[in-house]
């Protein structure tokens, strides 16, 4: 049975408190569990309450185990725009998390058959992932899991967008230093997750949204897809909700 909750809330900062308290009450209830984790600006305020409450005494990171979606093919650990720089610097670094249980892929490996074939098997050894985050891109993708003929089942390298590369030039101080390819989760390895947040704010993002959730289910519109999953929960601001009835 499909059940897709959508919640629409006033701004980024109650959106943000809204999706941290989902991740809190998931590490509350399984200490050990498997959280995985998105980049980009949308969960950067849901961080930062994570943050905030661990500092508090109100959460334990120490036995939480991360896998991240994604990272750019190519890029150092060391290059601020790394993914597992944005990790560090947005939650790791600021929390009792163990280094050795965050999990993120290898950009700097260049045998991508190789880093995809070793996450989608990590994935598998820590038992799968408890709850899943994710942000939509302005095409839809989810992860990098750009509009394609047919969905990707497993972890994969892929050819970014061209809308994808002109979204994250504002990272780089040029527009050549943007990375091409990415290794990222595939569609399949999204929907094995037991439970799926995707957070949504802007209107840019409205019209990714409103196809998502309306339009047909499609590998054009990547995140249509989290329709067929059982345990989908949207929140969503209300600049990106325009257009959509509650």
């Known amino acids: 049975m499909t059940t897709m909750k959508i919640y629409k809330v006033t701004d980024y900062d109650a959106l943000s408190k809204r999706a941290a308290s989902m991740l809190a009450a998931q590490i509350i209830g399984k200490p050990d569990a498997v959280l995985g984790l998105a980049t980009g600006s949308t969960p950067t305020g849901t961080y930062q309450y994570l943050r905030t409450w661990q500092r508090e005494g109100i959460l334990d990171f120490s036995g939480i185990r991360t896998v991240n979606l994604d990272e750019y093919r190519g890029i150092a650990r060391t290059n601020a725009q790394s993914y597992y720089a944005f990790m560090r610097e947005n939650l ?143 929140l969503a601001d209300e600049e990106c909700c325009a257009g959509m009835e509650f």
């Open 92 to 234: 790791f670094d600021h929390v009792n998390i163990k280094e050795e249980n965050t999990y993120i892929p290898n950009g700097e490996e260049a045998d991508g058959d190789k880093v995809c074939r070793e996450y989608e098997a990590l994935i598998r050894r820590l038992g799968g992932v408890d709850l899943q985050l994710l942000g939509i891109g302005q095409n839809g993708h989810i992860g990098f899991n750009e509009p394609a003929e047919s969905f990707a089942e497993a972890c994969h390298c892929v050819d970014l967008a061209r809308s994808t590369i002109e979204a994250n030039q504002r990272f780089f101080e040029r527009a050549e230093d943007v990375p091409r390819q990415a290794y990222t989760m595939g569609i399949g390895t999204i929907m094995r997750a037991k439970k799926i947040l995707l957070l949504a704010s802007g209107r840019e993002k409205a019209k990714a949204l409103y196809q998502a959730v309306c339009g047909p289910i499609s590998p054009k519109l990547p995140a249509s897809v989290l329709r067929l999953h059982p345990d989908v929960t949207i």
